[in-house]
């Protein structure tokens, strides 16, 4: 495995989390680990329309993830989804990942790297469980909270799917001249941050 070319950490690695160290989708598995599956069935069906008007691209990805997101868990306490997403990170994230994934985000660790998490799932979970395997950094959607502290199902800024994706990146990072860029992703949504990188990994993990 080579060096890092900087010392400094202006070598980023930048994982897309779903599809890409995962196998899946991870919202998919953290309904049901947090509804039960008998709820998340009738729950699908009763908000049908919505995911049916997103096939049919008459509604949008964003608004589409919301509605999802507002049915199963809106008006809920934040702390008491938050303890939820600790859990769902700790016992289930571990079983959907991909070992290569994982193998190759600690050589990158190694090499001395900054890591950096950057996906379109929710904060709740991502955000304790790329904490927990030493990630520098996580860029996700953001759950909003209305003033009692509950869950609304908005996501604040939108959902950190494609091109917003590479905004915050380049928002977290500063001067793009500034870095060098290794990023990993596996789907459309992931397109413009392979774009932007100077090694990108469509559904590979090249060595280093």
């Not at 950490?9 to 049901?32: Q, W």
């Not at 509604?59 to 939820?84: C, D, I, M, Y």
């Not at 994230?93 to 070992?99: A, M, S, T, W």
């Not at 060098?180 to 413009?192: F, Q």
């Amino acid at each position: 495995m080579s060096q890092p070319q900087h010392a400094d950490g202006r070598v980023v690695a930048a994982f897309d989390f779903d599809g890409t160290l995962t196998h899946g989708d991870s919202l998919r598995h953290f309904i049901p680990f947090v509804r039960g599956w008998p709820r998340t069935l009738l729950g699908y069906v009763l908000i049908s329309p919505w995911l049916l008007g997103f096939v049919l691209h008459l509604v949008s990805r964003t608004h589409a993830k919301e509605r999802v997101l507002r049915h199963f868990f809106g008006g809920w306490p934040q702390a008491r989804l938050q303890e939820h997403g600790e859990r769902f990170a700790h016992e289930a994230i571990p079983g959907l990942l991909k070992p290569e994934a994982v193998a190759a985000f600690r050589n990158h660790q190694a090499a001395g790297h900054r890591c950096v998490l950057i996906s379109a799932s929710p904060d709740v979970y991502l955000h304790p469980w790329a904490q927990a395997m030493g990630f520098d950094h996580a860029l996700t959607s953001e759950l909003v909270t209305d003033a009692e502290g509950a869950v609304t199902g908005r996501l604040r800024d939108g959902n950190c799917w494609g091109p917003e994706k590479t905004r915050r990146l380049l928002a977290w990072l500063g001067e793009r001249d500034g870095y060098e860029i290794y990023a990993y992703g596996d789907s459309r949504g992931d397109r413009e941050l392979l774009a932007l990188a100077d090694h990108p990994g469509y559904r590979e993990f090249p060595p280093l």
